[in-house]
């Protein structure tokens, strides 16, 4: 006698309390954006997984983590999001259609802290309906399994159907304080650096070769301070400690640091990379189609050095 398998059949709006966990990686912050109890939160997930009769989640105290199958099923839960919402982009327009919602930016820590969280607030008065999430992070973030909606980095991700774009590129150039250059023979050429300490990242917590500027122009003898974190670095630089590597869009937010042989200088690209999946949800094209406009606008800001913009 052959076994009739169970026929599987489930609550699809169960799938929006997938999508929100998923995404939140907490029940709490879940029930919140659903504007539900975390408890009516939990429930519907348990029952979604056992109308499916699988593990959707790996609970642990630091959250709700994706099992194979729930990345799996994020896949078609998306694509039910994302024509969910071309119905609505159908009927009114798509320029009519309420972009809304969370989306989380996942970057390193410096262009993160100090420059894309300074474009928020003119993001935000153009969308006032959708949340922006800012993960800083010194690590390589997997984007194949959703840690972040959108990622903005210095190097170009490699990963199953991620659409990846370069948008821009920024300089980075040698910056001391005027207390610092007084103190010290002002270099003229790279080898009146030898003479002078600097502030650089630690070696062995560089998870990303392109974090590792400084070594573009030359690998100095004192290191006064080391920091895993650039807004450190800079702050450390600020107050006189040394010489530090700064990007532009970091060296800008103080006006007492001077460019130190602005002649020698480095590039790094900035790549926007998404997943295909979500590529034409609405509150994922505002973000994309803003970051893209703003970091070409902030060209000349990205690209010169404080003498150049001064010229």
Not at 171 to 200: C, M, Q, W
Not at 254 to 283: A, C, K, Q, T
Request: aromatic share 8%; with cysteine; hydrophobic share 40%.
């Amino acid at each position: 006698m052959v076994k009739t398998p169970r026929k599987l059949s489930y609550n699809w709006h169960d799938i929006v309390y997938f999508l929100e966990v998923a995404r939140a990686r907490n029940l709490v912050r879940a029930g919140q954006k659903l504007k539900v109890d975390h408890t009516t939160v939990s429930r519907r997930i348990r029952e979604l997984e056992r109308c499916l009769n699988t593990t959707l989640f790996k609970r642990s105290k630091s959250g709700f983590a994706l099992t194979e199958t729930g990345l799996r099923l994020l896949q078609y839960a998306e694509g039910m999001e994302n024509q969910a919402n071309l119905i609505v982009e159908t009927v009114v327009g798509e320029e009519s259609a309420d972009a809304a919602g969370a989306v989380r930016i996942a970057s390193m820590e410096g262009i993160g802290s100090m420059y894309l969280t300074r474009c928020i607030a003119d993001f935000h008065k153009q969308y006032p309906s959708i949340q922006v999430e800012m993960i800083t992070d010194t690590r390589l973030l997997d984007m194949t399994r959703r840690e972040a909606d959108i990622f903005v980095t210095f190097f170009k991700p490699r990963g199953k159907r991620l659409s990846v774009k370069k948008i821009g590129e920024f300089r980075i150039a040698l910056y001391a304080t005027s207390e610092y250059l007084g103190k010290h023979r002002n270099p003229a050429t790279v080898k009146d650096l030898e003479e002078h300490v600097f502030v650089d990242f630690i070696d062995e917590h560089i998870h990303i070769k392109e974090n590792r500027w400084l070594s573009d122009i030359l690998r100095p003898a004192h290191i006064a301070f080391r920091s895993t974190s650039l807004v450190s670095q800079y702050m450390a630089a600020s107050n006189g400690i040394g010489i530090a590597m700064l990007p532009s869009y970091v060296a800008a937010h103080n006006s007492d640091l001077r460019p130190v042989l602005p002649s020698y200088f480095s590039i790094r690209d900035i790549w926007l990379s998404v997943h295909e999946d979500i590529l034409h949800i609405g509150r994922i094209k505002a973000v994309m189609n803003f970051l893209v406009k703003r970091i070409a606008a902030d060209r000349n800001f990205l690209m010169l050095s404080r003498t150049q913009s001064k010229a």
